[in-house]
């Protein structure tokens, strides 16, 4: 056996010849951590199985931990199958799985997951067997989930309990799908980026042939209560909740709204099921979503519930185990709320803001007077520097570089044509021929010109129309007694 | 056991035989009855009668049949039919007929179902029995149950590693019970290959569910040498899984007089119950109203009639 050749099992490995080096694994670290690392849904192990295959090599290797030792890392798969599955073979192989570990007191939290494991096969259990790989014959020797369930909780004993490992766990991670296209359960369109924004969301994924009702059912289901939670607290139009099908070529919008409405979720604008139409394998990989498939079939999937902040990354995600409507009323509120140092920098940018705009001169007076002051305290004899230059270039650039982008905007390209030649006059006066009258109207050309950009009506041909306008009338007054006076 | 218990079980033996057997003699049922009040007089079970093998095999499985209702969550008259069904030393016709209690059990029995695990492990050798009645009807149970062994053997069989368990198109049946067992491959081959029409509408209604035999289906719908009934499922499909798709060749086939009239009866059907109300556009309105004037077989003209009732309304 050898550990390493845990990385090249993919969709083409035969199950034959996985399940020979899964029953060769001894009880070592190095083999258990290799095994867990076939345990995530989404492995490309899975890819191209079917459903019974996928179970079997899942059960195969669930069901090896009881030899090789079970690791920290295979919880969530193993906890995950006692609470919500719906197949005996997985079910028995996760109760065995749980015996791997080094002492019953490690495993006694799972001692509530085995009642829950008991009740949901009670009525679906089936004969299994793990002495031998898919046997082509009924075995004598075979055992039940119930029986591995039973077994379990004898040797787990009566043990104190402890704290149940947490199903969720924080993240920051950008989703770059902000571009594709997803459908709704009327039939319109958005695009990720447009609906995602703004508000924190809630996205789980569900696809309306899942054959395990406590997985998406049971997931729709809870969404409708999740929305009657923040309708309680207050909440309902700051979140948006949204469900996102794995089986988007099977769930037409008309499929989506009756799975939702069927399950007690109150469609509106922030309540939306979606379907990526074209690119559902970006939207997977963005995800990392838990799922995989056998052609448009899905084989294989874990519950998930994501939450992203208002700019659409996601802050925390609720996978494997069943989330409670609470703990994730609990996250989007802590959302709203912010984090403590984000509403400390945010309330002292206000402030700051408030009180550069109230020192901004806003008037000429204002104006005159700020010169004045200036000119008392002696900041007319800032001493020459050799990096002003530069500086100043550079500024001068970043000032038209803004213009244009605003000109390219909005078609106006008046404003930008007055910086441009201000800057130039500028230029010329300061650098070339040193003659400051014409640094100064250089000067007042590009403030001209940023103000044009600043007034949005403002309109060049008026504003000369106007100024012709008014240098008539003064030279009518001055020399023709212009209007006449009544 | 009272006498009104009693009277009350005969009652339910005499009307319950004809359920197992097709001619039952008249002095089989009345020494069964006779058996039955004599076994239940002396033993005070009425699970003598049935656990009599010198009793004909379709009265015993009447008395069973007659005790069921009573003893459904009875642990020793569960572990008896199971017993019975996985016994090869008894009479396929018993077994045939404790199977058929064992499925109307799964309904209405608390204690069958918590023996889920024995009732498979009991169906399953049955597969392989020597009686094809029996294995149909294991066949069946297992299937219904989405048992992954029956599915592994019923596949194998498709694919030519194994002999047919049933005739063709009920193992392709049988595999629909599920939608995950990994059969929509071999039905694309049998919908296309399959010798009979049997087999390929069966594949057809199957494969409704896999978005990835769209094209496929599409096909079928406009083979016009492909038969009626296969052309109907696929239609139905199709539907299913593109309804705008469907719309855009159902209003082909509706519009194309060289096309078979029970597949435009069943298209103009569909469109004009599922449509878009932009699909059912002039020139459909027109051709359609014009067709209500001519002449046609009963089931295109009652879907004429129907659309242009919906039309006008």
Redesign the interface.
């Known amino acids: 056996m050898n550990a390493a050749d845990a990385a090249h099992f993919d969709a083409s490995t035969r199950e034959e010849d996985l399940a020979s080096w899964v029953a060769s694994c001894p009880r070592a670290h190095v083999p258990r951590a290799a095994l867990v690392t076939l345990l995530p849904e989404q492995h490309r192990l899975y890819a191209g199985r079917?459903?019974?295959?996928t179970?079997?090599i899942r059960g195969f290797i669930l069901a090896a931990f009881e030899r090789v030792g079970l690791p920290e890392a295979a919880l969530p798969y193993v906890l995950d199958e006692l609470q919500n599955g719906n197949d005996?073979?997985l079910v028995a192989a996760a109760a065995k799985a749980l015996r791997g570990a080094d002492a019953p007191a490690d495993v006694a939290f799972a001692a509530a997951f085995l009642h829950t494991a008991r009740e949901n096969i009670?009525?679906?259990?089936?004969?299994v067997t793990f002495d031998v790989y898919?046997?082509s014959r009924?075995v004598e020797r075979?055992t039940?989930?119930?029986d591995e369930i039973r077994k379990t909780i004898e040797w787990i004993g009566e043990v104190d309990c402890c704290a149940v490992p947490a199903s969720s766990r924080p993240s920051r991670r950008t989703l770059r799908v902000e571009s594709l296209e997803l459908e709704d359960q009327d039939g319109r369109h958005v695009r990720f980026g447009e609906f995602f924004s703004g508000k924190p969301s809630v996205v789980v994924f569900f696809y309306s042939?899942c054959?395990n009702v406590r997985k998406c059912s049971l997931t729709v289901t809870k969404l409708a209560a999740l929305q009657r939670e923040l309708t309680a607290r207050g909440l309902d139009g700051r979140v948006r909740l949204t469900g996102i099908t794995y089986d988007p070529?099977?769930d037409?919008p008309p499929r989506m709204k009756s799975y939702g409405l069927a399950r007690g979720v109150e469609f509106g604008e922030n309540v939306r099921f979606f379907r990526a139409l074209e690119c559902f394998d970006d939207l997977r990989s963005a995800f990392d979503l838990g799922v995989n498939y056998?052609?448009?079939?899905v084989?294989r999937h874990r519950i998930e519930l994501y939450v992203l902040d208002p700019r659409g990354r996601i802050a925390r995600s609720f996978t494997h185990l069943t989330w409670s409507e609470r703990d994730v009323a609990a996250e989007i509120e802590r959302l709203l709320r912010g984090r403590p140092w984000q509403n400390a920098a945010r309330a002292a940018m206000a402030s700051l803001a408030s009180i550069l705009i109230a020192l901004l001169p806003k008037c000429p007076l204002c104006l005159g007077a700020y010169a004045s002051a200036l000119g008392l305290s002696g900041l007319q004899i800032v001493p020459h520097r050799t990096w002003l230059l530069p500086a100043a270039l550079i500024l001068v650039l970043a000032h038209l570089v803004t213009m244009g982008r605003r000109a390219m905007r909005t078609s106006r390209f008046a404003p930008l044509g007055a910086s441009a030649a201000g800057t130039l006059v500028l230029m010329a006066g300061s650098v070339v021929w040193s003659m400051p009258a014409l640094s100064f109207a250089g000067a007042a050309l590009m403030i001209a010109g940023a103000a044009m950009n600043a007034t949005p009506y403002f309109d060049v041909t008026n504003a000369l129309r106007s100024m012709r306008r008014a240098y008539t009338r003064f030279v009518a007054r001055s020399h023709l007694a212009w209007p006449p006076s009544r | 056991m009272s006498n009104d218990d009693r009277r009350n079980f005969e009652k339910a033996v005499r009307a319950a035989v004809p359920k197992y057997s097709e001619t039952p003699t008249k002095g089989g049922l009345e020494s069964l009855v006779t058996f039955g009040a004599e076994a239940v007089a002396v033993e005070t079970s009425p699970l003598a009668v049935a656990r009599n093998r010198n009793a004909p095999p379709a009265e015993r499985a009447a008395a069973l049949h007659a005790l069921a209702p009573r003893q459904r969550n009875d642990e020793e008259f569960v572990q008896l039919l199971l017993k019975l069904a996985g016994d090869s030393s008894e009479p396929p016709e018993l077994r045939s007929g404790v199977l058929r209690i064992l499925r109307q059990l799964r309904f209405s029995s608390v204690l069958l179902n918590q023996k889920r695990a024995q009732l498979i492990e009991t169906l399953r050798p049955i597969i392989d029995d020597p009686d094809p009645t029996l294995r149909q009807d294991a066949l069946e149970m297992l299937a219904q149950e989405k048992d992954e062994y029956v599915q592994r053997r019923l596949l194998e069989s498709l694919t030519g590693q194994a002999p047919l368990p049933a005739a063709l198109e009920k193992t392709v049946q049988l595999l629909g019970y599920d939608i995950h067992a990994e059969h929509f491959p071999v039905l694309r081959d049998i919908a296309k290959n399959a010798p009979t029409a049997t087999a390929r509408r069966e594949a057809v209604r199957l494969l409704a569910s896999d978005p990835q035999s769209i094209q496929l289906l599409r096909e079928i719908f406009h083979d016009k040498n492909e038969d009626q009934e296969v052309r109907r499922a696929s239609a139905n499909g199709y539907l299913s899984l593109d309804p705008a798709g469907f719309e855009q060749e159902a209003k082909k086939i509706v519009l194309d007089p060289a096309e078979d009239g029970d597949v435009r009866a069943a298209s103009l059907s569909a469109l004009t119950h599922f449509a878009h109300p932009s699909t059912r556009d002039e020139e459909l309105n027109g051709y359609v109203e014009a067709l209500g004037k001519r002449d046609l077989p009963k089931p295109l003209e009652d879907a004429v009639r129907t659309y242009n009732r919906r039309q006008s309304s």
């Open positions: 079917s459903t019974n295959e179970a079997r005996a073979y009670r009525y679906a259990d089936a004969p898919k046997p009924p075979s039940t989930a119930a042939r054959d070529h099977f037409l056998i052609g448009a079939i084989n």
